[in-house]
């Protein structure tokens, strides 16, 4: 008896010591973000950052009510990036809330003159999300940052699934896309790529009018290309259909899209579990990167007006084997003309052991004398619910 006694005497001692939630904050003392756009004035040096605030009435389903605007702008302008978050508060009448950023913005003109004092002061902040998607966009910031998108009524979580569908259904655009993708490349020789983000129109859609129009192109934000990175600083474009090369180069494409002219027809084709393998080896005293892929294809759609026969099938690998090999083949030649590493080269051959190697990295700039050898393997899985066209005669 003595013994539970003391138990329930300790209990209550230790229960009297108990806090509870002695430094919470209520949700009506937050002002949650979840988009964040930044930017440079080029006369006064000046930093811009526009912060884009959650407004829950609006996200919370509500009978009766009218439509209210799901996202609130603030824009703030200060001498340097650590400057803003004070001059913040003389705006926001809450605390800002950061760690629900879903997606950042920065304009084409401060991604060329290097990001790295924004990405080092990125990295000092206890509570930053290096998982955040990083859009470079060449259309002006103000007009994106007031831009509302349909469908999705959060802008920053619209951005985000565009980044997680497109890499799936197009293999356009990559999840590795991230604030950390880049400043893990930021000390080495291999470039980043980061998704170009444009407004799609003259204007912005900038009321909740928005809502109540049809047209959901008109004042849209769209994928655009991809910013190329060297170090922090962006150095050129690509475009889109380019990026599907580039991203299968680097083992992270998951699906790839071929049109293809056969017989005079048009023949589409998507590609679908790739496997790349990459190897850098020496062939006569030359580095040579050699790259196999192998993919199953699946017709999509095709004109061809004869039957759909063994013979017929093998004509379609042919065709999408050349044409494949040829636009990549075409993608890294161009890459190494304009002295763009995107797939570390001049990393792997830094790091090579052995006599042969030693001479090649004695030679300046020898990554880029690397030839291509690329072999594709490719087999027809699906031919979709018909197997011979319809004709009409």
């Known amino acids: 008896m003595n013994f539970i006694i003391k138990n329930f005497i300790i209990i209550g001692f230790c229960s009297c010591c108990l806090t509870a939630c002695w430094d919470n904050v209520e949700i009506n003392q937050l002002a949650i973000g979840e988009l964040v756009g930044a930017d440079f004035d080029p006369k006064t040096r000046q930093q811009i950052v526009y912060y884009q605030v959650v407004n829950p009435v609006a996200i919370a389903a509500q009978k009766g009510s009218g439509i209210k605007s799901p996202v609130y702008t603030y824009r703030v302008q200060a001498s340097s990036i650590a400057e803003l978050g004070m001059k913040t508060g003389n705006t926001l009448p809450?605390?800002?809330?950061?760690?629900?950023?879903?997606?950042?913005?920065?304009?084409?003109?401060?991604?060329?003159?290097?990001?790295?004092?924004?990405?080092?002061?990125?990295?000092?902040?206890?509570?930053?999300?290096?998982?955040?998607?990083?859009?470079?966009?060449?259309?002006?910031?103000?007009?994106?940052?007031?831009?509302?998108?349909?469908?999705?009524?959060?802008?920053?979580?619209?951005?985000?699934?565009?980044?997680?569908?497109?890499?799936?259904?197009?293999?356009?655009?990559?999840?590795?896309?991230?604030?950390?993708?880049?400043?893990?490349?930021?000390?080495?020789?291999?470039?980043?790529?980061?998704?170009?983000?444009?407004?799609?129109?003259?204007?912005?859609?900038?009321?909740?009018?928005?809502?109540?129009?049809?047209?959901?192109?008109?004042?849209?934000?769209?994928?655009?290309?991809?910013?190329?990175?060297?170090?922090?600083?962006?150095?050129?474009?690509?475009?889109?259909?380019?990026?599907?090369?580039?991203?299968?180069?680097?083992?992270?494409?998951?699906?790839?899209?071929?049109?293809?002219?056969?017989?005079?027809?048009?023949?589409?084709?998507?590609?679908?579990?790739?496997?790349?393998?990459?190897?850098?080896?020496?062939?006569?005293?030359?580095?040579?990167?050699?790259?196999?892929?192998?993919?199953?294809?699946?017709?999509?759609?095709?004109?061809q007006r004869k039957n759909l026969n063994l013979e017929n099938l093998a004509e379609i690998v042919e065709a999408f084997n050349q044409q494949f090999q040829k636009k990549i083949t075409d993608f890294y030649q161009d890459a190494i003309g304009k002295e763009w590493d995107f797939f570390g080269l001049e990393e792997k051959i830094k790091y090579k052991r052995g006599k042969e190697w030693t001479a090649i990295q004695k030679q300046k700039d020898a990554w880029n004398q690397t030839k291509l050898q690329l072999l594709i393997k490719s087999k027809i899985t699906d031919i979709g619910e018909i197997i011979n066209p319809y004709k009409g005669d």
């Open 94 to 303: 809450r605390n800002l809330f950061p760690d629900q950023y879903q997606s950042e913005i920065v304009t084409e003109q401060y991604a060329r003159q290097g990001l790295q004092p924004f990405l080092n002061f990125f990295e000092r902040q206890i509570n930053r999300r290096s998982n955040l998607y990083l859009f470079i966009t060449d259309s002006p910031l103000s007009d994106v940052m007031m831009t509302y998108p349909p469908l999705e009524r959060l802008p920053g979580r619209y951005l985000r699934s565009l980044i997680e569908i497109q890499s799936k259904s197009t293999g356009r655009v990559s999840k590795l896309s991230r604030v950390k993708d880049l400043v893990e490349n930021m000390e080495s020789s291999r470039l980043t790529v980061l998704p170009m983000l444009s407004l799609n129109g003259l204007k912005p859609l900038s009321t909740t009018d928005r809502y109540e129009q049809i047209n959901a192109n008109q004042g849209n934000l769209i994928l655009s290309g991809g910013a190329v990175f060297k170090h922090d600083r962006m150095i050129g474009k690509l475009e889109l259909k380019q990026m599907a090369y580039f991203i299968l180069l680097k083992g992270e494409s998951e699906v790839c899209f071929e049109s293809l002219e056969i017989n005079g027809r048009k023949v589409d084709i998507k590609a679908t579990k790739m496997k790349v393998r990459k190897h850098l080896e020496i062939v006569s005293g030359a580095p040579v990167w050699k790259v196999d892929i192998s993919t199953r294809l699946v017709i999509m759609h095709n004109e």
